[in-house]
């Protein structure tokens, strides 16, 4: 009898046979049923109720691209959870905002971690920011599946171009259809008003300090009027997440350099409830 390779403490054959550097392919040889689009779910009558990240934005300025999101997750009418983490690094020049079905989106954010990660090792190098782009446009898609039960993931990319030196921002459809966006891009229940506001306060030519603060104008925006999206709660001292990916790699900013933020666009909107508008031409 064959001896258990568990039992010896030995690795099974396939993780020392070559193969394919990509993690997903490998999963899919070995054990299929670990993709999220290999599951079977149960049949039901109509969607299945389960909590909801909601609204993503990020923004470039020369020198690398804001990623950030609000922290609220809802189930129908009822808030699920009101400090959910909703970006993630993907790897050192990259990060991963979430929307849709929160289970499956960070389930998802971790596989493609791992993808990353794996592809690093087998490789000796790191993929290019539009090789990233697209792993994650093949995992999208093959969760059509679950989409089409409204177990939706639709995340946004963004990621520091070693290459072109500069940051770039990927968005998805439910299909895995992607779209480079310009400038700045928004995903999620709330992302018509927080595009607006964007709209309004882009400049090709902002500091690292402007885009931190139109992500979170934006989120404000977007709270203001989707009820689905939270903005700064600061009797929970909950604030948006922000990150800042640059050439020095990704950064998380702090809870005290967020809450700063925060607190100064709250001061400001007491002045100005519908925030600032763009200069008049």
Sequence with gaps: MEPNPRSTGRLPAAFLTPGSSSFMDFLAEHQPEMLPGKRRLPHTQGVIEAPHGTTIVAV???????????????????????DI??????????????AGTAGLAVEMVKL???????????????????????????????????????????????GYD?????????????????SEEHGYAATGSGSIFARGAMKKLY????????ATTLVVQAL??????????????????I???????????????????SSEIARAVLQRRLEQPDGPRAALL
């Design 60 to 82: 470039t300025f020369p020198g690398g691209v804001v990623l950030a999101g609000d922290r609220r997750a809802t189930m129908g009418n009822v808030i699920a959870q009101r």
């Design 85 to 98: 983490e909703k970006v993630f690094p993907a790897d050192e020049y990259s990060a991963v905002g979430i």
């Design 112 to 158: 493609f971690q791992l993808e990353l990660e794996h592809f690093e090792k087998v490789e000796g190098t790191q993929l290019s920011l539009e090789g990233k782009a697209n792993r994650l446009s093949t995992m999208i898609r093959s969760n059509l599946g679950m989409a089409m039960q409204g177990l939706a993931v639709v995340p946004l990319f963004a």
């Design 162 to 178: 070693v290459d072109r030196d500069k940051g770039r921002v990927f968005s998805y459809d439910v299909t895995g259809g992607r």
């Design 203 to 210: 400049r090709e030519d902002l500091s690292e300090a402007e």
């Design 220 to 237: 404000y925006d977007a709270a203001d009027d989707d009820s689905a999206t939270g903005g700064p709660d600061v009797a929970r001292r």
């Design 239 to 257: 604030y948006p997440i922000v990150t800042v990916i640059t050439d020095d790699g990704f950064r998380r900013l702090t809870e005290d350099e």
